[in-house]
Protein backbone atom coordinates (compact mmCIF):
# COMPACT_ATOMS: atom_id res chain seq x y z
CA UNK A 1 0.00 0.00 0.00
CA UNK A 2 1.71 2.97 -1.20
CA UNK A 3 0.77 6.50 0.16
CA UNK A 4 -1.37 7.16 -2.83
CA UNK A 5 -3.56 4.21 -1.35
CA UNK A 6 -4.40 6.03 1.63
CA UNK A 7 -4.51 9.74 -0.42
CA UNK A 8 -7.38 7.61 -2.50
CA UNK A 9 -9.65 7.31 0.75
CA UNK A 10 -8.57 11.39 2.28
CA UNK A 11 -9.67 13.45 -0.78
CA UNK A 12 -11.70 15.79 1.28
CA UNK A 13 -15.05 15.19 2.09
CA UNK A 14 -18.32 16.24 4.93
CA UNK A 15 -19.90 13.87 7.47
CA UNK A 16 -23.55 15.16 7.39
CA UNK A 17 -25.08 12.32 9.84
CA UNK A 18 -24.81 11.88 13.51
CA UNK A 19 -21.72 9.29 13.01
CA UNK A 20 -18.06 9.55 14.21
CA UNK A 21 -17.60 13.26 15.59
CA UNK A 22 -20.60 14.38 13.82
CA UNK A 23 -22.74 12.47 16.58
CA UNK A 24 -21.78 15.08 19.76
CA UNK A 25 -24.67 16.93 20.14
CA UNK A 26 -26.40 16.32 17.39
CA UNK A 27 -29.68 17.14 17.25
CA UNK A 28 -29.01 20.08 19.44
CA UNK A 29 -26.68 21.48 16.61
CA UNK A 30 -27.43 24.08 14.52
CA UNK A 31 -24.38 23.21 12.00
CA UNK A 32 -24.69 19.78 11.57
CA UNK A 33 -21.69 18.86 9.40
CA UNK A 34 -17.94 18.61 9.70
CA UNK A 35 -14.93 18.13 7.29
CA UNK A 36 -12.50 15.18 7.04
CA UNK A 37 -9.61 17.32 4.66
CA UNK A 38 -7.53 15.93 2.08
CA UNK A 39 -4.27 14.34 2.91
CA UNK A 40 -1.16 15.28 1.43
CA UNK A 41 2.31 14.90 1.16
CA UNK A 42 4.75 17.78 2.12
CA UNK A 43 6.33 19.01 5.15
CA UNK A 44 5.71 21.18 8.36
CA UNK A 45 5.03 24.33 6.23
CA UNK A 46 1.93 22.98 4.98
CA UNK A 47 0.16 22.27 8.25
CA UNK A 48 -2.32 25.09 8.02
CA UNK A 49 -6.19 25.82 9.10
CA UNK A 50 -8.71 25.68 6.29
CA UNK A 51 -12.02 27.21 6.49
CA UNK A 52 -14.40 24.44 7.13
CA UNK A 53 -15.74 22.90 11.00
CA UNK A 54 -13.92 19.99 11.72
CA UNK A 55 -15.61 19.62 15.60
CA UNK A 56 -18.91 20.92 16.94
CA UNK A 57 -20.08 20.52 20.10
CA UNK A 58 -22.29 22.46 23.03
CA UNK A 59 -21.10 23.48 26.02
CA UNK A 60 -22.80 25.08 28.69
CA UNK A 61 -25.91 25.71 26.29
CA UNK A 62 -23.66 27.28 23.96
CA UNK A 63 -22.57 25.76 19.98
CA UNK A 64 -18.72 25.37 19.69
CA UNK A 65 -17.51 25.28 16.15
CA UNK A 66 -13.77 24.62 15.27
CA UNK A 67 -12.32 24.97 11.92
CA UNK A 68 -9.75 22.04 11.19
CA UNK A 69 -6.47 21.65 9.14
CA UNK A 70 -7.08 22.74 5.65
CA UNK A 71 -4.92 19.52 4.51
CA UNK A 72 -3.84 16.42 6.69
CA UNK A 73 -0.09 16.37 6.35
CA UNK A 74 2.02 13.11 5.59
CA UNK A 75 6.11 13.76 6.14
CA UNK A 76 8.87 11.93 5.67
CA UNK A 77 11.87 13.48 7.04
CA UNK A 78 15.06 11.55 7.91
CA UNK A 79 13.80 8.45 8.23
CA UNK A 80 10.77 9.35 9.94
CA UNK A 81 7.23 8.80 9.32
CA UNK A 82 4.66 11.84 10.10
CA UNK A 83 1.26 11.86 9.78
CA UNK A 84 -0.16 15.52 11.24
CA UNK A 85 -3.72 15.84 11.37
CA UNK A 86 -6.80 17.43 13.46
CA UNK A 87 -9.41 14.57 14.89
CA UNK A 88 -7.63 11.98 16.93
CA UNK A 89 -9.31 9.39 15.82
CA UNK A 90 -7.82 9.42 11.87
CA UNK A 91 -4.55 7.55 14.04
CA UNK A 92 -6.37 4.70 13.42
CA UNK A 93 -5.99 4.58 9.55
CA UNK A 94 -2.65 5.87 9.76
CA UNK A 95 -1.44 3.19 12.12
CA UNK A 96 -3.03 0.29 9.51
CA UNK A 97 -1.10 1.81 6.97
CA UNK A 98 1.93 1.64 8.90
CA UNK A 99 1.58 -1.62 9.03
CA UNK A 100 1.09 -2.77 5.83
CA UNK A 101 4.12 -0.73 5.35
CA UNK A 102 6.17 -2.60 7.86
CA UNK A 103 6.78 0.36 10.09
CA UNK A 104 6.03 -1.69 13.00
CA UNK A 105 4.74 -5.24 13.99
CA UNK A 106 1.53 -6.13 15.15
CA UNK A 107 1.98 -6.32 19.53
CA UNK A 108 4.38 -3.11 19.45
CA UNK A 109 4.08 -0.87 22.16
CA UNK A 110 2.42 2.38 21.64
CA UNK A 111 3.56 5.92 23.37
CA UNK A 112 0.41 8.05 23.76
CA UNK A 113 1.11 11.99 24.79
CA UNK A 114 -2.28 13.73 25.52
CA UNK A 115 -4.72 15.47 28.18
CA UNK A 116 -6.90 12.22 27.86
CA UNK A 117 -6.26 8.34 27.52
CA UNK A 118 -8.66 7.81 24.31
CA UNK A 119 -9.70 4.72 25.99
CA UNK A 120 -13.67 4.62 25.47
CA UNK A 121 -15.30 1.84 23.96
CA UNK A 122 -16.52 2.03 20.80
CA UNK A 123 -19.96 1.09 19.94
CA UNK A 124 -18.30 -2.06 17.67
CA UNK A 125 -15.04 -3.12 17.38
CA UNK A 126 -13.05 -3.28 13.92
CA UNK A 127 -13.61 -6.13 11.93
CA UNK A 128 -11.39 -6.00 9.25
CA UNK A 129 -7.84 -7.53 8.45
CA UNK A 130 -5.31 -4.69 8.57
CA UNK A 131 -2.75 -7.04 6.82
CA UNK A 132 -5.52 -7.71 4.31
CA UNK A 133 -5.68 -4.77 0.84
CA UNK A 134 -8.74 -4.13 1.93
CA UNK A 135 -8.18 -3.45 5.41
CA UNK A 136 -7.06 0.08 4.43
CA UNK A 137 -10.51 1.04 3.17
CA UNK A 138 -12.44 -1.23 6.22
CA UNK A 139 -10.56 1.14 8.88
CA UNK A 140 -11.10 4.37 7.00
CA UNK A 141 -14.42 3.53 7.33
CA UNK A 142 -14.88 2.11 10.46
CA UNK A 143 -12.63 5.28 11.72
CA UNK A 144 -15.07 7.68 10.05
CA UNK A 145 -18.13 6.53 11.29
CA UNK A 146 -17.48 4.53 14.44
CA UNK A 147 -14.93 6.11 16.07
CA UNK A 148 -14.16 9.81 17.79
CA UNK A 149 -11.91 11.05 19.46
CA UNK A 150 -12.18 9.08 22.49
CA UNK A 151 -12.46 5.35 21.41
CA UNK A 152 -9.96 4.90 19.19
CA UNK A 153 -6.93 2.97 21.12
CA UNK A 154 -9.18 -0.06 22.55
CA UNK A 155 -10.06 -1.54 19.33
CA UNK A 156 -6.62 -0.77 18.32
CA UNK A 157 -6.22 -2.89 21.42
CA UNK A 158 -8.29 -5.49 20.56
CA UNK A 159 -6.87 -6.49 17.32
CA UNK A 160 -3.41 -6.61 18.29
CA UNK A 161 -1.70 -3.63 16.89
CA UNK A 162 -0.53 -2.79 20.22
CA UNK A 163 -0.21 -5.09 23.15
CA UNK A 164 0.50 -2.11 25.53
CA UNK A 165 -0.01 1.55 25.77
CA UNK A 166 1.80 3.87 27.90
CA UNK A 167 0.08 6.90 28.55
CA UNK A 168 1.81 10.65 29.05
CA UNK A 169 -0.66 12.67 30.83
CA UNK A 170 0.75 13.30 34.20
CA UNK A 171 4.00 14.86 35.53
CA UNK A 172 5.89 11.91 36.47
CA UNK A 173 5.59 10.15 32.88
CA UNK A 174 7.19 13.49 31.17
CA UNK A 175 9.89 13.13 34.40
CA UNK A 176 10.49 9.48 32.99
CA UNK A 177 12.40 7.81 30.41
CA UNK A 178 10.48 5.01 28.73
CA UNK A 179 11.90 2.45 26.51
CA UNK A 180 12.22 3.45 23.23
CA UNK A 181 9.48 2.82 20.95
CA UNK A 182 9.05 2.80 16.97
CA UNK A 183 5.21 4.07 17.16
CA UNK A 184 4.77 7.45 18.94
CA UNK A 185 1.32 9.08 19.10
CA UNK A 186 1.04 12.81 20.03
CA UNK A 187 -2.42 14.82 20.88
CA UNK A 188 -1.44 19.09 21.18
CA UNK A 189 -4.01 18.72 23.72
CA UNK A 190 -1.35 17.94 26.08
CA UNK A 191 -0.24 21.46 26.15
CA UNK A 192 -3.96 23.05 26.67
CA UNK A 193 -3.97 25.23 29.85
CA UNK A 194 -5.53 22.46 31.97
CA UNK A 195 -2.30 20.94 31.48
CA UNK A 196 -0.06 23.99 32.20
CA UNK A 197 0.69 22.28 35.72
CA UNK A 198 3.69 20.34 33.73
CA UNK A 199 6.27 23.01 32.59
CA UNK A 200 6.05 23.15 28.11
CA UNK A 201 9.99 22.65 28.14
CA UNK A 202 9.61 19.73 30.02
CA UNK A 203 6.61 18.18 27.53
CA UNK A 204 8.74 19.31 24.05
CA UNK A 205 12.64 18.05 25.33
CA UNK A 206 10.63 14.37 26.22
CA UNK A 207 8.59 14.71 23.00
CA UNK A 208 11.50 15.20 21.15
CA UNK A 209 13.26 12.68 22.81
CA UNK A 210 10.64 9.96 21.84
CA UNK A 211 11.05 10.81 18.21
CA UNK A 212 14.02 10.05 18.27
CA UNK A 213 13.29 6.97 19.14
CA UNK A 214 10.40 6.32 16.80
CA UNK A 215 9.94 5.36 13.18
CA UNK A 216 6.05 6.66 13.04
CA UNK A 217 4.52 9.43 14.70
CA UNK A 218 1.08 10.73 14.63
CA UNK A 219 0.05 13.76 15.76
CA UNK A 220 -3.46 15.73 15.98
CA UNK A 221 -3.87 18.95 16.37
CA UNK A 222 -7.48 18.69 18.49
CA UNK A 223 -8.83 22.06 17.82
CA UNK A 224 -11.24 21.48 20.05
CA UNK A 225 -9.32 20.96 22.71
CA UNK A 226 -6.18 23.78 22.27
CA UNK A 227 -6.41 26.98 20.83
CA UNK A 228 -4.77 26.89 17.03
CA UNK A 229 -2.23 29.33 16.81
CA UNK A 230 -0.94 28.18 19.96
CA UNK A 231 -1.04 24.57 18.39
CA UNK A 232 0.57 25.44 15.88
CA UNK A 233 3.51 27.50 17.43
CA UNK A 234 4.59 24.67 19.90
CA UNK A 235 4.37 22.22 17.09
CA UNK A 236 6.83 24.44 15.16
CA UNK A 237 9.04 24.48 18.22
CA UNK A 238 9.06 20.35 18.74
CA UNK A 239 9.40 20.36 14.94
CA UNK A 240 11.40 22.76 13.10
CA UNK A 241 14.58 24.04 15.46
CA UNK A 242 18.14 22.72 15.04
CA UNK A 243 15.83 19.01 14.52
CA UNK A 244 16.91 18.13 17.72
CA UNK A 245 14.18 15.36 17.51
CA UNK A 246 16.80 13.69 14.22
CA UNK A 247 19.35 11.51 15.41
CA UNK A 248 19.82 10.36 11.45
CA UNK A 249 21.25 12.74 8.72
CA UNK A 250 19.17 11.35 5.69
CA UNK A 251 16.02 13.40 4.22
Known sequence: MTIETLRACYRGFFIDQPVSNNAFSFDQRQNKRIYVAPLIEGALEDVETGEENAFCEMYEGNEIARKGLRHFVYWKAHGKHFFIFDNHNHAFVFWVWAMGQGLFEPGAKLIHVDQHKDTRWPSEGFAGDPKAPEGLKAAFQYANTVLNVGNFIVPALERGFFSEVIH???????????????VLDIDMD??????????????????????????????????????????????????????????????
Open 168 to 182: CDHLKAFESVPEPQK
Open 190 to 251: VFSEDMGYIPQALKIDFIQAQIRSADLITIATSPYFIEERKSATILHQILKPDQRWSSRNEA
